[in-house]
């Protein structure tokens, strides 16, 4: 599955940078495989130019059959022990269609639904809100504000992702106290800073002048990998060198060693919403949302489909015990020498990810600018 977990991870950096075009000081989070996932939902229906375009963002047709069956495979719900982490990841296309819909649903198993946007616009957007309020726990309200999806809506696509896990080794909350977080060279303020001191996957990215450091979750299923600038200015240098390839270096078995760290991280919460129509017209995806250009013939051969809104939103929260998160959507590596152990300080902007080990998939991506 390496190339289907690529093509998320790719997909995912590239949206970012997109994104980030416009917000350089500015908090990120969003969910590349929730949104892939929700693509490749349209891709099955999509056709000729539209289906090209749509493979070069996300995945590629060749892999939606093996993708679908890697969601499903490896998307659960899991207990370890007294511990907990939970992942769902459920997507919906709401469509105007239904022999599409049934076609979806008996191939693929499939949650898609049909609404009547013409007429009952409002009491379609109520439907879909609900629906991603009620999976991810409460925590992605509103996804759609009154306005977004108009009468002329044909495809509406939503996705959402909901995880929770305790850390593997829990912050005590004793530990836990003000401390100062620098924004930019001009700018702070006072944040709740955990701290603990235990044995964890850290390396230095000379070449980068980053740290990285991994901090695993409850039966180390899951990480969260932070990619953190030695410098406060140096967010910026680390994001344009940031590929796939290099990003799968950095946390390789091979550069990171573990050590005892004393470990210094916020405590925040995050919540952000995305319309990704534009963002991913930008990467590529520019026909199927024109009505003139689109081919969605795998939908409907006798209709004029063409996708409407992709809008995503995400949740996430860090604290002592662990994280929660929901979405509706060559450098050396040298490992520093310390005199007396590492030392990760994350009192200044930086990036992180949330990582499935099994299949090396990014399943949330954020920055932290200021928590």
């Known amino acids: 599955m390496g190339s ?8 995912g950096l590239d949206l970012y940078n997109e994104l980030n075009k416009n917000s350089a000081n500015k908090n990120i989070f969003f969910s590349p495989m929730s949104i892939s996932a929700g693509l490749v939902m349209v891709l099955l229906g999509a056709r000729g130019n539209t289906a090209n375009q749509m493979q070069m963002v996300s995945v590629n047709k060749t892999h939606v059959h093996a993708f679908i069956f890697y969601i499903c495979s490896n998307v659960t719900i899991s207990t370890t022990g007294s511990d907990l982490w939970i992942l769902t990841l459920i997507n919906y296309l709401y469509i105007t269609v239904q022999q599409y819909l049934e076609c979806t649903k008996e191939l ?3 949650m898609l639904q049909t609404v009547d946007f013409g007429s009952a616009t ?4 109520q439907t879909i809100n609900s629906w991603v309020e009620s999976k991810t726990q409460g925590k992605i309200r509103e996804l759609f504000v009154p ?11 939503v996705n959402a ?14 530990h836990t106290m003000p401390r100062v977080f620098r924004i930019n060279q001009n700018e702070s303020k006072s944040v709740q800073m955990m701290y603990q001191k235990d044995r964890f996957k850290i390396a230095h990215i000379q070449e980068m002048n980053a740290q990285i450091l991994m ?9 969260m990998i932070i990619l953190l600038p030695d410098d406060i200015t140096g967010l910026e240098q680390v994001e344009r060198a940031m590929t796939y390839e290099k990003l799968t270096h950095w946390t390789s078995l091979e550069s990171m060693r573990e050590r005892e760290v004393e470990v210094y991280l916020p405590r925040f919460k995050l919540e952000d919403t995305f319309e ?5 017209k930008e990467m590529g995806m520019i026909d199927v949302f024109k009505q003139s250009k689109a081919d969605l013939s795998g939908m409907a051969p006798s209709r004029r489909l063409f996708l409407s809104k992709v809008v995503h939103k995400a949740y996430v929260e860090v604290n002592e015990e662990g994280t929660l998160a929901a979405a509706a959507t060559g450098s050396v590596v040298v490992n520093r020498s310390y005199p007396s152990g590492a030392l990760f300080m994350a009192d200044h902007p930086f990036l992180f990810f949330i990582q499935h080990n099994p299949t090396n998939t990014i399943l949330f991506l954020g920055k932290l600018c200021s928590p």
């Open 276 to 280: 990704l129509n534009l963002p991913l």
């Open 161 to 174: 992702i909901y995880f929770k896990a305790n850390w593997e080794y829990k912050f005590e909350e004793k």
């Open 108 to 110: 693929y198993g499939a």
């Open 147 to 157: 306005g977004v999806i108009d009468s002329t809506a044909v495809l509406v696509l």
């Open 215 to 223: 901090l695993p979750y409850a039966g180390k299923s899951l990480n």
């Open 122 to 125: 409002e009491a379609a957007r």
């Open 4 to 11: 289907i977990s690529q093509a998320i991870t790719e997909m």
